[in-house]
């Protein structure tokens, strides 16, 4: 990923534009802290990415308590 001071961003904003068009992120800075990033705007969605990010959702969702509340007693409970 490409990063860019907001000052060298503005003067080359249409070059920034064509790089992100074909598929570049960049990141835009002030004073060294990253403030924006230009991604591009039809992305497709990248599946196997997604099926991973889902299932590390679900094998971090074991085991995890509310203090020493599981998640069948708070459904049981009516606080689903």
Do not use: C, N
Not at 22 to 30: F, K, L, N, S, Y
Not at 38 to 43: M, S
């Amino acid at each position: 990923m490409k990063s860019f001071g907001s000052h060298d961003a503005k003067a080359h904003w249409a070059r920034l534009l064509v790089e992100v068009e074909h598929g570049a992120e960049v990141v835009i800075t002030r004073r060294g802290k990253a403030v924006a990033r230009l991604v591009p705007a039809a992305r497709q969605i990248d599946a196997p990415r997604l099926e991973r990010a889902v299932e590390g959702l679900k094998r971090f969702r074991y085991g995890r308590r509310l203090g020493d509340i599981g998640i069948k007693e708070l459904i049981h409970q009516g606080r689903p």
